[in-house]
């Protein structure tokens, strides 16, 4: 503000009052100047004051935008300054993240290797249990094998095959369920062969029971009524000398033991030969025992009339019979444990390579 708008501000100083004077007469014209002039003043004034009031609302405008500037500029400062606490806070999450990326990759890796180690352990501990398992089968099948090829006890084998199967049951691997029924169709061989094993028990009782069998009683010899004079010289002389044939008299009258024994041994023939499988020498020996029995020993008795029922029934049951062929079995579990041998000798390299990979 200048001095010249002071200066116009300032309110006119008063004029001392003139001294009265006589009114002129009254002119138009100059009246209408001074209206003018007036008029003129007043729009100057305010004109004046319509700039004054607009420079004052530059001058508040303009404080204002400066004072929004300024405002905007700490903003922008405190946004600028926000952004790198910002970027630095992102920069530490970064490595932050980083960090657990790579602890995460460690701790994915140790899972892994535990996992590995894991079903190793698992692959381990089944492979024994089903190598124990696989073994005891084998053992059993060879047994009843042998135990039939030896002794022909085909009850023996079938027990041994049975517990064979039932061991093999409780494999895990269900590549071993063929030697399962291989396994079922011979030992269903075996149990069509136990009667002759009963046979074999029937025997052995027979054989017990002969030592308890009665003998045929001695002849006694008819004496005549009325003797003559040689029967009369005979019977002396028999008081001193005591002939007779062997042949003639029954066994048990020299010897009840050893007529015992003979049947006894033509049982045990017969017991051997049904081991054996010899249908034809079974039948003889039970023909030989059948023999001993009537000549020696007293059919009358109960007894005597059950072991001979019991000898004609083994007679007409026993037919020869077709020996049963052992081992498909016991081939087929070797053939299946040595390809699953090989299996595992292959895929140990490669699952050694694998696991030696980082990922």
């Known amino acids: 503000m200048n001095q010249d708008d002071l200066a116009f501000d300032r309110p006119a100083a008063p004029v001392p009052a003139a001294a009265p004077r006589p009114a002129p007469a009254p002119r138009r014209g100059g009246t209408l100047a001074l209206a003018l002039l007036i008029g003129l003043l007043a729009l100057v004034l305010a004109g004046y004051v319509a700039w004054r009031q607009w420079q004052q609302m530059q001058g508040a405008a303009s404080d204002h935008l400066d004072q929004r500037v300024g405002h905007l500029e700490d903003t922008l400062t405190t946004l600028g300054d926000e952004r790198s606490s910002l970027r630095q806070r992102l920069g530490d999450a970064e490595q932050v ?61 079938a027990t041994a095959y049975a ?24 030992r269903e061989a075996l149990e069509q062969s136990v009667p002759r094993t009963r046979a074999i028990d029937t ?84 023909v030989r025992a059948q023999a001993s029995i009537a000549a020696q020993f007293d059919t009358a008795e109960p007894s005597v009339a ?31 444990r040595a390809v699953h041998a090989l299996k595992a000798v292959d895929a140990t390299p490669a699952r050694a390579a694998s696991t030696g990979q980082r990922p």
């Open 97 to 157: 993240n980083r960090s657990l990326r790579e602890e995460m990759l460690g701790q994915s890796e140790r899972l892994r290797n535990l996992e590995d180690a894991v079903a190793k352990l698992s692959e381990k501990s089944l492979s024994g249990h089903d190598a124990m398992l696989l073994d005891e089968t084998e053992t059993l099948l060879r047994m009843g094998q042998q135990r039939y090829a030896l002794f022909h006890d085909a009850q023996g084998a």
């Open 163 to 186: 517990l064979a199967d039932q061991a093999l049951a409780a494999v895990n691997d269900g590549a071993f369920s063929g030697v399962r029924q291989s396994l079922a169709a011979e």
């Open 203 to 286: 025997l052995q009782q027979l054989r017990g029971a002969v030592g308890t069998l009665p003998l045929k009683r001695e002849d006694t010899a008819t004496v005549p009524a009325n003797p003559g004079a040689w029967a009369r010289i005979r019977h002396a002389l028999g008081s001193v000398v005591n002939v007779q044939r062997d042949n003639g008299a029954p066994l048990a009258v020299a010897d009840a033991r050893f007529a015992r024994e003979l049947t006894a041994l033509d049982l045990a023939q017969a017991q051997a030969a049904l081991l054996a499988a010899d249908v034809d020498a079974v039948h003889a020996a039970i």
């Open 306 to 336: 059950h072991v001979q029922a019991e000898l004609a029934n083994l007679a007409s049951t026993l037919k020869p019979a077709t020996p049963v062929q052992l081992g498909a079995a016991l081939a087929e579990l070797r053939n299946l």
